[in-house]
């Protein structure tokens, strides 16, 4: 039983290791800083040589107790082959053979097991950068407790509390990327990428929960096709209409985002409230170019709405991220000037009365 100041590594029934919390952690907490101990710098490297060799080569370069402590990773390729989907099956062949070529050319010079043992557990615990070691010990929830991201600012993996989360209770995180989905896809994405069949607290519900909950996803994409349509469609004709409509997508997608809980908090900021900031100030900046005074109501109202988001927003990015972030700091200036921001930072692009793009 591996122990940390704010959590233990231990055996959890049905999971293996898991990290539970030693105490209570308050929303919002950082629980874990930590670089890279495998660092390849890459992201959304395809499997070929180039990507193998600095994987293998950031291996090399750790010393004896992050070897060790790498070896003793999960590794989803040790699971029962008879549940591996047909895409893990020519993956693992794929890198056999990658490997196979790497040695007879001697680029490595390590057995193949080896070889493949290091790539295997890479491709199980890596983000989009490397293997930190310590957050690979978190399992997966699709409503998690927690939330990490790659903080530029000191280019280190964090992980904060995005609830409150009660001594002894494991503190989880979400392995799924942008996308919300209903419990059979996660269910599909998670077998597909990781081998296990996810029975977390958002897909262990009974068969009524699980409809309403596919309803609402499906509700929720529905939204998001019709704002997306609004916005490319948008013309000479009926402008602040179609913004008005974009924000009311936009509105009711965050509060079915808020009701599901399966969607990661900063892919909500970036795909619904940075969105509707920058909508509401477009808005705004239509309503002004107008002397009607019907204008003053919907100006008012569009006042209203970069509130609403920017008073969300900064909310979320200061629990997931913390005051002093970059991307904080940043929604702080919208919150202080939210037009000013706008228009010297986001408006490249936005609509006006004309219809015509800046």
């Known amino acids: 039983r591996a122990s940390h100041m704010m959590y233990s590594v231990t055996k959890i029934e049905g999971k293996g290791l898991g990290c539970v919390a ?42 004896e107790h992050e070897r060790n402590d790498y070896s003793n990773l ?32 001697g680029i490595i010079d390590m057995d193949t097991e080896t070889a493949e043992s290091i790539y295997h557990r890479y491709e199980t615990n890596g983000f989009h950068n490397g293997i930190c070691l310590k957050m690979s010990r978190f399992n997966h ?38 996308e919300i989905m209903t419990r059979e896809e996660r269910r599909k994405t998670l077998l597909e990428g990781y081998h296990f ?7 262990d519900i009974s ?8 309803q609402k996803v499906e509700r929720f994409k529905e939204l998001e096709q019709e704002r997306k349509s609004v916005v490319e469609n948008q013309g000479h004709n009926n402008v602040l209409e179609n913004t008005k409509r974009e924000i009311q997508c936009l509105k009711q997608m965050y509060k079915i985002a808020k009701e599901l ?25 239509q309503c002004s170019l107008s002397k009607e005074s019907k204008n003053d109501e919907e100006r008012a109202q ?30 702080q200036k919208r919150k202080s000037n939210p037009i000013g921001y706008f228009m010297k930072f986001e408006c490249s692009g936005f609509v006006g009365l004309s219809g015509v793009r800046a």
């Not at 068969?207 to 596919?214: G, H, L, T, V």
């Not at 900064?314 to 005051?323: E, F, T, Y």
């Open 302 to 331: 569009f006042t209203k709405d970069i509130k609403t988001f920017t008073d969300a927003s900064l909310k979320i990015v200061i629990m997931i991220h913390g005051k002093e972030y970059s991307t904080c700091l940043e929604w």
């Open 197 to 203: 069949w996810c029975c977390c607290v958002a897909c």
């Open 74 to 105: 999960a590794n989803k390729f040790a699971q029962n082959e008879d549940i591996w989907p047909e895409i893990s099956r020519g993956l693992i062949k794929h890198i056999k053979r990658e490997i196979e070529k790497m040695k007879s050319m």
């Open 141 to 178: 929830s699709c409503r998690p407790n927690a939330e990490y991201f790659w903080n530029v600012d000191r280019e280190t993996r964090d992980l904060r509390a995005c609830g409150n989360i009660s001594e002894g209770e494991e503190i989880t995180l979400s392995y799924i990327g942008i």
């Open 22 to 63: 030693n105490k209570i952690i308050k929303r919002g907490e950082l629980i874990l800083r930590e670089k890279p101990s495998l660092y390849t710098g890459e992201e959304n490297a395809s499997i070929e040589m180039g990507h193998l060799k600095k994987v293998f080569d950031a291996y090399e370069d750790m010393d």
């Open 207 to 214: 068969d009524e929960e699980a409809e309403n909950q596919r």
């Open 261 to 285: 809980r399966i969607q990661k908090l900063r892919t909500m900021i970036d795909g619904i409230l940075k969105i509707g900031f920058d909508a509401s100030c477009q808005g705004y900046y």
